[in-house]
């Protein structure tokens, strides 16, 4: 099966702070990738969307790049309500035509006063 | 809409009991998934489902079962229960597939399952 590494964290950074979060991933077929947002003993819930070579919304900015085959995700001006754990999420074709999606193993975020 | 709606919330089991943990969706999606997450660990795919009657073994199905009688509903079977089985269990629900890629998956509220 096809392995997603990240960053093990946790990472502890104070408000409006920047922290990048970095992500690998070796299926190379790969066309689309997802940050999942993980509150604590809640369920995830999708932050973006990766098509192309990068997404911009607001404080967050991912990126991609093919050829290294790593994917980051840039969080600026951190607010206290940016800590959790951010999970690097990589869709593989199956053979039977759909999709499953690969899950890191998450990175913790906590954002300091 | 209520999104992916799952019970129970919490459940004990012991050792060799049998539960079916409910999942359901509103949102008319074809795709339908289970996963269980391990303290410290990724989620991992048990079943997944493409449509009404279809279903197929994840990375982790073993002791584990599944149907998909209707769109709507995807429930989890788990026969004789084991404490390796003590985790959170997710279900989740996603469009077909896009042009470019997988679609999102929503995940429901999870169940968690401890097994003595």
């Known amino acids: 099966r096809k392995e997603v590494e990240q960053d093990p964290g946790p990472f502890n950074v104070p408000e409006g702070a920047t922290v990048a979060f970095n992500c690998t991933y070796s299926?190379?077929?790969?066309?689309?990738f997802f940050w999942y947002r993980q509150d604590c003993r809640k369920e995830p819930k999708l932050l973006m969307s990766?098509?192309?070579s990068g997404n911009e919304d607001g404080r967050f900015t991912a990126q991609l790049n093919r050829a290294s085959q790593y994917i980051s995700l840039l969080i600026r001006d951190s607010k206290l309500s940016d800590s959790a754990t951010y999970l690097c999420v990589v869709p593989e074709l199956t053979g039977a035509g759909s999709y499953q999606l690969t899950f890191g193993k998450g990175t913790k975020l906590s954002v300091i006063p | 809409n209520a999104g992916v709606t799952q019970t129970p919330k919490f459940r004990i089991l012991k050792i060799g009991q049998s539960m079916t943990l409910q999942c359901a969706q509103d949102m008319n999606h074809n795709y339908m998934y289970w996963y269980r997450q391990d303290p410290g660990m990724g989620l991992k795919l048990i079943y997944y489902s493409v449509g009404a009657g279809i279903t197929d073994k994840g990375e982790v199905p073993n002791g584990y079962n599944v149907s998909r009688s209707t769109t709507e509903d995807f429930p989890l079977r788990l026969e004789l229960a084991a404490p390796s089985q003590t985790s959170v269990y997710f279900c989740?629900?996603?469009?077909?597939?896009?042009?470019?890629?997988?679609?999102?998956?929503?995940f429901g509220p999870g169940t968690r399952l401890t097994v003595l």
């Open positions: 299926n190379s077929a790969s066309q689309s």
């Open positions: 989740a629900s996603s469009y077909s597939i896009a042009s470019g890629g997988a679609y999102e998956q929503f």
């Open positions: 990766v098509y192309s």
